[in-house]
């Protein structure tokens, strides 16, 4: 059974230690009584949830904007994934079963991708394929990759200097690092650009 108690002042502190507390804290929603009546603001977290108050979710909010920032300085130059699924321990793999970036190649194209893990849970899988100078933003447009690839099969090995490589011959690009971000940045445009050289 899940408890619901009071985030404490002292637990408070763990927003600037433990990433996925601070999201927790920072994303609160809203919770209701019987009648639909809102009663206050409640993490999704398991197996407490924690009331918490609008000063703690704004305070949360503010270590995110900040950790953002510094997540985006520290890889400016790398190849920036943001983790769409669930984490996992690996020592030589992506580490999560899903992600997604958005970036330009070296010409300047802009594309957006996600990949995830095949059933094996050893190669790599192409959700999404989106070239933005289509125009069409709405639909999967996997033009590029099925060049070179049968998107029905794992396209390469699913640890990051694969994925990186992947990304670098099939989109023109020449980054030289991978980064998987998990809690710290969102995929909502443009994460990083391709050097040109």
Known sequence: MNAKITLTD???QDIYTDKKFRNQVAYAHGYCD????????????????????KEQIALAVKELERAQVETQEAHKNSLLFIGMGMTYDTEDQIGNYRIRTEFLNKDGKQFFVEFGNTADYLSTRCDHSIDRSQGDHKGNNYNNLERAYNLRKGLCDYTPKSVLNLVNKTFDCKFTEIFIDNYDLSCDGVMCASPAN
């Open 10 to 12: 002292e637990k408070f």
């Open 34 to 53: 019987k009648n639909s009546k809102e009663l206050g603001r409640i993490t999704c977290s398991y197996p407490v949830t924690y009331i918490v108050t």
